[in-house]
C-alpha cells in the first residue's frame, strides 16, 4: 500500500495547525492544543545527547558544542540580510529581539540575551532543550548538558561581532538550577577561514 497525501489533504491538516496552534508565552514554545509541537526537537537532542554521551563518553560536550556553532553562524548571516540598514550596518538590537522571539517559537525556549561590558549573557528561565528534557524525567546530570546550544550561541554571536566568542554553561536545570544560564567572552578577533 502506498499513501501519498493530495495538496488538499496538506492543506487540510495545515488548517488545523493554524486554527489550533498558540504560543505559550512563558513556556517558549509553540503548540498544538497542549501539545508542544516543536518538543520532538528536545527530545531528539536529548537522545542525541545521551547516545553520543555512550560513545564518546566526556567527550560529549566539546563534540555537540562544535555542531551547534555552524548552525549558529548561518543563521546569523541569514538573518543579517533582513536587519542590514542602508548605511550597511546591522541592526543588533533589531536582530537580538527577532532572534529570541525566533527561539521561543521554534521551541528552543524563551531566552533573553544581555550584553554586559564585555561578555554577552543568555538565560532561559524554563531551560534549553536537553536541560528540559532531564528535568521533565525529574533525572540529574552532573555536567551542564546544553553543549549544542552552547556551540549555537557561540557561533551566532561571533558572526554578529566579528569576533570569537566561548561559553560557558553557568546553571544548568539538568544539575538541579532552576534555570538555564550560558555566559560568553571575547577571545579575539574571528578567523574567517573556520
Given at each position: 500500500m502506498r499513501i501519498e497525501p493530495s495538496e488538499k489533504d496538506i492543506e487540510k491538516v495545515y488548517q488545523i495547525y493554524l486554527k489550533q496552534s498558540k504560543i505559550d508565552f512563558n513556556k517558549g514554545q509553540l503548540k498544538l492544543g497542549d501539545l508542544p509541537i516543536i518538543w520532538a526537537r528536545a527530545?531528539?537532542?536529548y537522545d542525541m545527547y545521551?547516545?553520543?554521551?555512550?560513545?564518546?563518553?566526556?567527550?560529549?560536550?566539546?563534540?555537540?558544542?562544535?555542531?551547534?556553532?555552524?548552525?549558529?553562524?548561518?543563521?546569523?548571516?541569514?538573518?543579517?540580510?533582513?536587519?542590514?540598514?542602508?548605511?550597511?550596518?546591522?541592526?543588533?538590537?533589531?536582530?537580538?529581539?527577532?532572534f529570541c522571539a525566533e527561539n521561543a517559537v521554534i521551541g528552543w525556549g524563551r531566552i533573553s540575551v544581555e550584553n554586559d561590558k564585555d561578555r554577552w549573557i543568555v538565560r532561559c528561565n524554563k531551560g534549553f532543550p536537553v536541560a528540559q528534557a532531564f528535568h521533565a524525567r525529574s533525572m540529574f546530570a552532573t555536567d551542564p548538558v546544553d553543549a549544542y546550544f552552547l556551540g549555537y550561541f557561540e557561533g551566532f554571536l561571533s558572526e554578529m561581532t566579528g569576533s570569537s566568542f566561548r561559553g560557558r554553561e553557568e546553571k544548568c536545570m539538568a544539575l538541579g538550577d532552576d534555570n538555564c544560564v550560558m555566559i560568553f567572552k571575547g577571545i579575539g578577533k574571528k578567523n574567517q577561514n573556520k
Open positions: 527530545e531528539l537532542m545521551l547516545e553520543l554521551r555512550k560513545l564518546v563518553g566526556d567527550s560529549v560536550n566539546p563534540l555537540m558544542r562544535k555542531m551547534g556553532r555552524p548552525y549558529g553562524r548561518n543563521l546569523f548571516k541569514t538573518l543579517k540580510k533582513a536587519f542590514t540598514a542602508t548605511d550597511g550596518k546591522v541592526d543588533q538590537e533589531a536582530i537580538l529581539s527577532f
